[in-house]
């Protein structure tokens, strides 16, 4: 398999190829491909698997050159160590194939950007939910509050931009308020939304330093945004997380999975208990989840109490919660979700 690909000019093509090569003798040597540079283009040969990280490390390298951060070789060889062991879904492996592959991955926990730190599977569903993160372009994720829904999500999302498996991230919830009328919101756009996206950036927070968030926002490697600002826009190479699913509309929910482009995946999270809008039946994941449960490339999972992960109270209060609920919309029912 021969891929090419385009390198920059001036200063950033440096960058990329290293002083004398350098960098690119390194990729040579560590994953056994031919890659040669000719007028401005980078063509690499091999097997297909070494062929494809060596773009993706190439691609890295590009990234952060083009932001005059160029990759120092601790960083590329911590980069090539990366994607050699990232989850593939398309060449057997010794000891289980792809799947016992992705099986140990998660074992070992998601390496994140915050050093020493991996994030990892608490329970038996919530390593079913990375599981079905890895393996398809679409997971619906239902679930109580305290079941990593949100957490987990964004460590996939994290884990995968380190590895280069995505080139960015955009993080949704919609802009509907929990049952109280909050008025008008001071200060500009970002003020004004700052407050619904606050769980993400949490969540973003524990697995990257402040200043490391900072420069991928500003280089639109990550993006948090209010799902109604998804309209008419088309995501290749990103992974788009989408929180608090429970209250989009159906009419929003189909146009938020009809920004899915080449090469992304999507992720969508929800508590079909806690429906802020006006007619719980109009709530978007539900209706998709009814609508999507047999496509194939979509994943459903469904957590429950067992897999609450906070305070241990938080487990006896949405028992206590579901206990005494009658006709309240709940989770997906296991005749719902094939995949759960």
């Given at each position: 398999m021969d891929i090419t690909l385009e390198l920059p000019v001036g200063g950033p093509r440096v960058g990329v190829t290293g002083p004398e090569?350098?960098?690119?003798?390194?990729?040579r040597e560590t994953l056994g491909v031919h890659i040669t540079a000719r007028k401005g283009v980078l063509t690499?040969?091999?097997d297909d698997q070494v062929v494809g990280q060596a773009a993706r490390i190439l691609e890295r390298l590009t990234d952060a050159a083009m932001r005059d951060e160029p990759m120092s070789r601790k960083q590329l060889v911590d980069a090539?160590?990366?994607?050699?062991?990232?989850?593939?879904?398309?060449?057997a492996v010794a000891g289980g194939g792809a799947a016992g592959q992705l099986a140990n991955d998660l074992a070992r926990g998601l390496d994140v950007y915050l050093p020493d730190k991996r994030v990892k599977a608490m329970t038996d569903g919530q390593r079913h939910y990375l599981e079905a993160i890895f393996e398809n372009d679409l997971t619906f994720c239902s679930?109580?509050?305290?079941?990593?829904?949100?957490?987990?999500?964004?460590?996939?999302?994290?884990s995968m931009l380190k590895?280069?498996?995505?080139r960015k991230l955009v993080l949704v919830r919609p802009a509907v308020e929990a049952g109280e009328k909050l008025g008008f919101l001071p200060g500009d756009l970002q003020d004004k939304v700052n407050p619904y996206l606050r769980p993400l950036l949490d969540a973003l927070h524990d697995m990257m330093e402040f200043d490391h968030i900072q420069r991928f926002m500003a280089c639109d490697l990550i993006e948090i945004v209010p799902l109604a600002f998804m309209r008419g826009r088309t995501l290749n190479?990103?992974?788009?997380?989408?929180?608090?699913?429970?209250?989009?509309?159906?009419?929003?929910?189909?146009?938020?999975?009809?920004?899915?482009?080449?090469?992304?995946k999507m992720i969508v999270t929800g508590d079909t208990s806690q429906i802020d809008l006006e007619d719980p039946r109009d709530s978007g994941l539900i209706d998709a989840v009814r609508r999507l449960r047999r496509v194939r490339g979509v994943g459903m999972v469904t957590l429950d109490g067992m897999d609450i992960?906070?305070?241990?109270l938080v487990q006896r209060i949405v028992k206590a919660y579901e206990n005494s609920q009658t006709g309240a919309s709940g989770g997906f029912g296991a005749g719902d979700t094939p995949n759960s």
């Open positions: 090569e350098r960098n690119l003798k390194i990729i690499i040969g091999g090539i160590a990366a994607v050699s062991s990232m989850p593939h879904t398309g060449t679930g109580p509050a305290g079941t990593g829904k949100t957490y987990l999500a964004v460590a996939a999302a994290v590895r280069g498996q995505v190479d990103a992974l788009i997380i989408l929180d608090e699913a429970q209250n989009t509309t159906k009419r929003q929910m189909l146009m938020f999975l009809t920004r899915l482009g080449m090469g992304g992960v906070r305070h241990n």
